[in-house]
């Protein structure tokens, strides 16, 4: 690959970089030197792409932000996993990780999911707009599309299966030109040879039909039916739920520390809970993925995290829309979809997300800045919108490499390990394909050294609690009958009853601490974020776990809302 590297030599040459050095790794490219700023890392790390080269690895360092990367890790030590011996150990429990899980749970195998966090789907796949995007946005060619396309078509079997929730309203890339409107020829042939379904071009007064409420700026739009909705940590939960019905074992706050290599075979996962024997590794660690990779001696690609700000509006803002809203990207240089305004599943409106990119893979701070942003440039897609809807906002980062592009694939150097590493968006819209394909390669790498049968007692449907605000009336009142504590609600904006909630902690995936309950049953999620029914779950988390109130945290061990009781520490103070 001389030749190449030569090529890249001078790319970065003429965009200002020749203090980069540059050599090749396992066919990768690899960068190495120092610049200035992070402008400067990603322009070098683009500037080597498209060379022949399988990734590139970008060591680069910038000056002033040594060591500015941050991570959670779990407080947790001890030898609780140490010479436990499993077939497969997956590493993240993001929803690639966990639905990769319950797939491989179809096969009579000893499975592990390695979350180092308190719970699963804390990172991207909790901070993103839940949308189950058309292959539409994607290369034609690339892994993007080919997962993006099918996993689309599986959903409404997955949902069906898990018991999540899940529309098809359909989107709208909005034109703002009336020129554009003359390359709806162009995009109905591209959505054809994408193999979507149903693309059509509206004039502006059949948007404005369709979205009474839509902005003044928009000159038609290109219509797309494929594209759905989910909340997506319900989702992952729903599929982490129902490979441990089927026999996987998941261990949260468990954090991969590095391998112990055997020639060119993983032996053992060291993780801060002890050293456990694997058959076979997979590698879903998402903004980490590279690090994992790493660490086996088979890191060949580079995240770069892109941060996205999301706002929630109200509740009473939902019946002004009913399709998904964006703006149409027609800048093909372009390494975001844009954002818009997103109706959820749970009767909420999203507004984003932003996209930045950013040094920190851990970076979820919000500014006034970026809210500023999607109040200036997606809220007027709505005209029915304004700033006091705003309830809440947050941001999440999306695991990008620089070829733009996912990585599934065995690995070409360790003999069982495999990657799912780059998922970006469309990821949640791919994640049940992408779970299919590695699990048949997982299958395939074991199969060589072991007799590998399929699980003869495998359920693909989830074992779920009822639901009461999805029930008729006449149902609802027999679930009431039968246990009051469906009628007694403690969150009055989202209407969660005390019995959701213990259904909750007591799941096949507990819920323990204040954000899980949030993340599950909703409570929490409306307008007053929590403002009312914060103490009731806290009381109903502490007599359901038998824990003392003081030991019950917001999110990981250390959080703990209540530092003691106000008599106790009086009564302490009158008797000394």
């Not at 490979?243 to 993983?266: C, P, W």
């Not at 093909?332 to 749970?346: M, Y």
């Not at 009767?347 to 997300?353: A, D, S, T």
């Not at 799912?420 to 049940?432: E, F, K, N």
């Amino acid at each position: 690959m001389e030749g190449g590297l030569q090529l890249v030599k001078k790319t970065l040459q003429s965009k200002g970089f020749p203090q980069v050095e540059l050599s090749e790794r396992r066919g990768a490219v690899v960068l190495e030197g120092e610049v200035q700023n992070w402008d400067d890392y990603l322009a070098a790390g683009y500037g080597a792409v498209g060379y022949g080269f399988r990734g590139v690895v970008n060591n680069i360092t910038v000056s002033g932000l040594k060591n500015c990367f941050t991570e959670s890790r779990p407080a947790v030590k001890d030898l609780s996993l140490d010479s436990s011996e499993f077939d497969v150990v997956i590493v993240g429990g993001g929803i690639i990780g966990c639905a990769i899980a319950r797939e491989l749970s179809r096969w009579d195998l000893k499975i592990a999911l390695l979350e180092k966090e308190d719970d699963i789907a804390k990172h991207t796949s909790s901070r993103n707009n839940g949308m189950i995007h058309p292959a539409m946005a994607v290369k034609l060619g690339s892994k993007k599309h080919h997962y993006n396309l099918r996993g689309n078509r599986m959903y409404d079997q997955v949902a069906g299966e898990l018991g999540f929730e899940l529309e098809w309203p359909g989107s709208l890339a909005l034109l703002t030109k009336s020129w554009q409107i003359l390359l709806g020829p162009l995009a109905k042939r591209s959505a054809r040879k994408k193999g979507l379904h149903g693309v059509k071009v509206f004039s502006r007064r059949k948007v404005k039909d369709l979205e009474p409420n839509i902005g003044d700026e928009q000159r038609g739009a290109f219509y797309m039916p494929e594209s759905g909705i989910v909340a997506p940590y319900k989702v992952t939960v729903a599929y982490a739920e129902n490979a441990i019905q089927n026999g996987a074992r998941l261990f949260m706050n468990t954090m991969v520390q590095g391998f112990v290599m055997e020639g060119s075979r993983i032996a053992g996962v060291r993780t801060n809970r002890g050293i456990i024997q694997a058959g076979l590794v997979v590698n879903a660690a998402g903004i980490w993925s590279d690090r994992i990779a790493e660490m086996a001696g088979d890191r060949f690609f580079t995240i770069h995290p892109r941060k996205g700000v999301i706002a929630i509006l109200d509740k009473k803002t939902r019946n002004s829309q009913k399709l998904i809203l964006g703006r149409a990207q027609l800048n093909g240089r372009s390494h975001t979809k844009g954002g818009g305004l997103t109706p959820l599943i749970d009767g909420n409106i999203l507004v984003g997300p932003t996209a930045t990119e950013t040094p920190d893979r851990e970076d979820y701070s919000t500014s006034a800045k970026e809210l500023q942003f999607l109040e200036e440039n997606h809220l007027p897609l709505n005209k029915a919108l304004k700033k006091d809807d705003f309830i809440t906002y947050f941001a999440g980062t999306r695991a990008c490499t620089f070829e733009e592009d996912f990585i599934v694939e065995a690995s070409k150097y360790v003999e069982n390990l495999v990657h799912a590493a780059g998922i970006q968006s469309p990821g949640l819209a791919s994640a049940p394909a992408i779970a299919v394909d590695v699990t048949d390669i997982a299958v395939s790498i074991l199969k060589k050294k072991a007799d590998i049968k399929a699980n003869p007692n495998f359920n693909p449907r989830r074992l779920e609690a009822p639901n009461p605000g999805k029930l008729g009336l006449e149902d609802r009142n027999r679930l009431i009958a039968a246990n009051p504590s469906y009628g007694r609600i403690i969150c009055r904006c989202e209407m969660v009853s005390e019995g959701e909630v213990v259904d909750a902690i007591h799941a096949t995936l507990p819920a323990h601490s204040i954000d899980a309950i949030k993340r599950r049953a909703r409570a929490g999620m409306g307008r007053c974020q929590g403002g009312f029914c914060t103490p009731a779950v806290l009381n109903i988390i502490s007599r359901e776990i038998n824990s003392d109130i003081t030991e019950v945290c917001k999110r990981e061990p250390g959080s703990e809302m209540i530092v003691g009781r106000t008599k106790d520490k009086a009564r302490a103070g009158y008797e000394n």
